[in-house]
């Protein structure tokens, strides 16, 4: 008497297969999460925004309290974003590739802003650089100021983000291991030298899908900015703020309009995701060839 054996991925197929009723029960359900939560508020931004026609839409786009906001929004993710890559390429290749005392400290302070609301962190930055701060007075005796001025909203923006990048590479670099560096180390290469040829290398697409988030992260921030900003109109005043200003003021088509910048970056942010994640799936697949296979 001679059994048949089944394939293990047979197996493992049949039992993560679930009816079809099911199947599309569940399926409906996350479409129609994603139409009411996601897809409709989407669609009512641009609804609301060109509701007056093309011209109040870009009438609202180029006043020059909204480009004022636009230019300052990007200073501050054009300064928070380089400074959060550095520090997040070197924190994490730290934590993946060497032993040092500390490192659980470390990565505690890298997960703080995950877990510190942006209002309390915008509000520390108050207690220790305002005019009755901690450092208020010797600031204001030396002629600096911080809160309510743009290094503030730089400042409250670079914490609020820093924990992106590095929380992308380090599970990464912890998954490749540090053969490829011993090896390079080996053949003579210095620390440099093996960085760059071989430990960025392997990690640029987290590097790139990092840096998206953090600089999606940057322009949308809202909580902490809006503590340190001091709402000054044209002057310290982001893309999210002065949505803030025009609604409250019921200017609601260039509120809309502004805000549809915003849904823009998101669109784009998800998009330029989509395709980081794809190009990662087809070089893990390029690089896990069985052997002979061409």
């Given at each position: 008497?001679?059994?048949?054996?089944?394939?293990?991925?047979?197996?493992?197929?049949?039992?993560?297969?679930?009816?079809?009723?099911?199947?599309?029960?569940?399926?409906?359900?996350?479409?129609?999460?994603?139409?009411?939560?996601?897809?409709?508020?989407?669609?009512?931004?641009?609804?609301?925004?060109?509701?007056?026609?093309?011209?109040?839409?870009?009438?609202?786009?180029?006043?020059?309290?909204?480009?004022?906001?636009?230019?300052?929004?990007?200073?501050?993710?054009?300064?928070?974003?380089?400074?959060?890559?550095?520090?997040?390429?070197?924190?994490?290749?730290?934590?993946?590739?060497?032993?040092?005392?500390?490192?659980?400290?470390?990565?505690?302070?890298?997960?703080?802003?995950?877990?510190?609301?942006?209002?309390?962190?915008?509000?520390?930055?108050?207690?220790?650089?305002?005019?009755?701060?901690?450092?208020?007075?010797?600031?204001?005796?030396?002629?600096?100021?911080?809160?309510?001025?743009?290094?503030?909203?730089?400042?409250?923006?670079?914490?609020?983000?820093?924990?992106?990048?590095?929380?992308?590479?380090?599970?990464?670099?912890?998954?490749?291991?540090?053969?490829?560096?011993?090896?390079?180390?080996?053949?003579?290469?210095?620390?440099?030298?093996?960085?760059?040829?071989?430990?960025?290398?392997?990690?640029?697409?987290?590097?790139?899908?990092?840096?998206?988030?953090?600089?999606?992260?940057?322009?949308?921030?809202?909580?902490?900015?809006?503590?340190?900003?001091?709402?000054?109109?044209?002057?310290?005043?982001?893309?999210?703020?002065?949505?803030?200003?025009?609604?409250?003021?019921?200017?609601f088509v260039a509120a809309f309009a502004v805000a549809s910048l915003l849904a823009l970056l998101a669109l784009f942010t998800l998009v330029a995701k989509a395709l980081l994640e794809r190009k990662v799936r087809q070089e893990v697949k390029t690089t896990t060839k069985p052997i002979g296979v061409e």
């Open positions: 008497m001679t059994t048949q054996s089944i394939p293990l991925a047979t197996k493992t197929d049949a039992a993560l297969t679930e009816p079809k009723p099911v199947r599309w029960l569940l399926t409906g359900l996350a479409l129609t999460f994603l139409a009411l939560f996601l897809f409709v508020p989407l669609v009512a931004v641009f609804v609301q925004a060109l509701e007056k026609g093309v011209d109040a839409y870009w009438a609202a786009i180029i006043e020059p309290d909204a480009l004022a906001a636009i230019r300052l929004t990007l200073i501050a993710a054009g300064i928070a974003v380089p400074l959060n890559l550095v520090f997040g390429i070197a924190a994490a290749w730290a934590i993946a590739k060497f032993k040092f005392r500390g490192k659980a400290f470390l990565i505690t302070l890298i997960d703080l802003p995950f877990s510190v609301s942006p209002v309390i962190s915008g509000l520390i930055y108050v207690l220790l650089f305002g005019l009755q701060g901690w450092l208020g007075p010797w600031l204001k005796a030396h002629d600096i100021q911080l809160i309510f001025a743009v290094p503030g909203i730089v400042l409250a923006t670079i914490f609020v983000t820093f924990p992106f990048v590095a929380r992308e590479l380090i599970p990464l670099m912890q998954t490749q291991g540090t053969e490829e560096e011993e090896a390079a180390l080996v053949l003579g290469a210095n620390g440099w030298q093996i960085f760059f040829r071989v430990t960025l290398p392997n990690v640029i697409w987290g590097v790139l899908y990092g840096v998206i988030l953090c600089n999606a992260r940057a322009m949308g921030e809202f909580g902490a900015v809006s503590v340190v900003s001091g709402h000054i109109r044209g002057l310290t005043n982001t893309l999210p703020l002065h949505v803030e200003i025009l609604y409250n003021e019921y200017n």
